[in-house]
Each structure stands twice: as C-alpha cells, then as structure tokens.
C-alpha cells in the first residue's frame, strides 16, 4: 500500500529520493530518503505507534511537529524517539511502545 | 458536546476531561492541586498539550483564573531530554 500523495497542487510533484528500507515491529516497510518513520508508516497503512504505557490504548501521530510526543518510539534500541521528527534511515530497526509493568497500583500487573 | 469520559484532556497520562471536572469539582483546588490528584500534565510531553486546558477546567469549576500563586509550572528544559543525550549521545 502507498499512500503518498505525489501530486499536490501548492507543493507540486513529489521528488522521491533514495529509496530505502526500515523494521517496524519485525515487518519491513519502505520508505524515501528524507521521509520521517511516522511518515512512511502512514504511508504504508500504520497509524498506531504504540500503545498507553498504562492503559493499552493505541496511539499514533497527533501533532506531527514534535510537540506532543505521543509518536515516541524505540530506535535501534533507543527508547522516546519521535517518529515524526526523525528521518528514515535505511536498515532502521523501529519498535512501539508496549503496556508496562504497574505492580504498585491497585488493580495493576507485573508484567 | 462529546461525552467528557470520552474526551482525553492529558494523553500522555491519559486523564479525561470527566475526571479533571470532578475532581476540580469535589476538591475546589489549584490548578496545580488537580495536576498533582489527576496527574493531567505529568507525562512525557512536560504538559505542554494540556496544560491550559487544565487551566480552564479550573477556571470553570472554581472560578479561579490562571494566574495562581503557584502557577503550573514551566521548569526547564523545555522539551524531555533523555539522560543519553545529556551524557552525549545525538538523539
Ligand atoms: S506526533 Fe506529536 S511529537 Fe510526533
């Protein structure tokens, strides 16, 4: 599935650079030099990034400026990275965020 | 309006605006009193989605505008900052 827009009216063509390839969650995805992993994730189809750390409900792109965080991912081992403010580069290993241990709460888990 | 259990005000800590009501409510407190119960403005992001919405949740339920005399806080830095990269790492 592609998803990018090519064509734009104000923008004009898309000028597609080198293309390359990423992990997301164990799947190869590809994507163009210079594109963001929440970029081409949306342009493959993905929207959720990861999950609550607590509640397990999903989340994706919300600001899409860096502002908000809620795009954090692992990169290449390096946990809180936004997908959205950072670009693809190729053989990226890229994996969501998952619902953490709260044994402390009431009602909560150990895993 | 959207069913205010519905409405996320704080998504890193995902605290609705239901909860934030009636807390505000139940308590009459400070801005940063309902932070601290509901912990709205606690999450990575540092409170910069929610914070004046949670402002205005008090403004509603007590009456108190913003300018409290312990304001929600603005501590540096301004954006999460991971302990890799103050130790040098570029990411
Ligand atoms: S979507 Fe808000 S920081 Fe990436």
């Given at each position: 599935?592609?998803?990018?827009?090519?064509?734009?009216?104000?923008l004009?063509?898309?000028?597609?650079?080198?293309?390359?390839?990423?992990?997301?969650?164990?799947?190869?995805?590809?994507?163009y030099?210079?594109?963001?992993?929440?970029a081409?994730?949306?342009?493959?189809g993905?929207?959720?990034?990861?999950?609550?750390?607590?509640?397990?409900?999903?989340?994706?792109?919300?600001?899409?400026?860096?502002?908000?965080?809620?795009?954090?991912?692992?990169v290449?081992?390096?946990?809180?990275?936004?997908?959205?403010?950072?670009?693809?580069?190729?053989?990226m290993?890229v994996?969501a965020?998952?619902?953490?241990?709260t044994?402390?709460k009431?009602g909560?888990?150990?895993? | 309006?959207?069913?205010?259990?519905?409405?996320?005000?704080?998504?890193?800590?995902?605290v609705s605006?239901?909860?934030l009501?009636?807390t505000?409510?139940?308590y009459?407190?400070?801005?940063?009193?309902?932070?601290?119960?509901?912990?709205?403005?606690?999450?990575?992001?540092?409170?910069r989605?929610?914070r004046?919405?949670?402002?205005?949740?008090?403004e509603?339920?007590?009456?108190?505008s913003?300018?409290?005399?312990?304001?929600l806080?603005?501590?540096p830095?301004?954006?999460?900052?991971?302990?890799q990269?103050?130790?040098?790492?570029?990411?």
């Amino acid at each position: 599935m592609n998803q990018r827009i090519v064509h734009h009216p104000v923008l004009g063509s898309l000028d597609a650079g080198k293309s390359l390839h990423f992990r997301f969650n164990g799947t190869t995805y590809p994507a163009y030099e210079g594109e963001t992993i929440a970029a081409a994730l949306l342009a493959s189809g993905v929207r959720t990034l990861r999950v609550h750390e607590e509640k397990g409900t999903p989340r994706g792109i919300y600001c899409n400026i860096g502002h908000c965080y809620e795009c954090r991912v692992t990169v290449d081992g390096v946990p809180t990275v936004r997908a959205c403010m950072t670009l693809v580069q190729d053989g990226m290993e890229v994996t969501a965020g998952v619902v953490l241990p709260t044994p402390l709460k009431k009602g909560g888990h150990s895993q | 309006m959207m069913d205010a259990h519905q409405l996320i005000v704080c998504r890193c800590e995902e605290v609705s605006l239901a909860e934030l009501l009636e807390t505000a409510e139940a308590y009459q407190c400070s801005a940063r009193e309902l932070k601290l119960r509901t912990r709205a403005g606690m999450g990575c992001c540092g409170g910069r989605t929610c914070r004046m919405l949670v402002d205005q949740v008090i403004e509603q339920a007590t009456g108190h505008s913003p300018s409290h005399t312990i304001p929600l806080g603005y501590q540096p830095p301004v954006r999460p900052i991971s302990f890799q990269t103050l130790g040098g790492r570029n990411r």
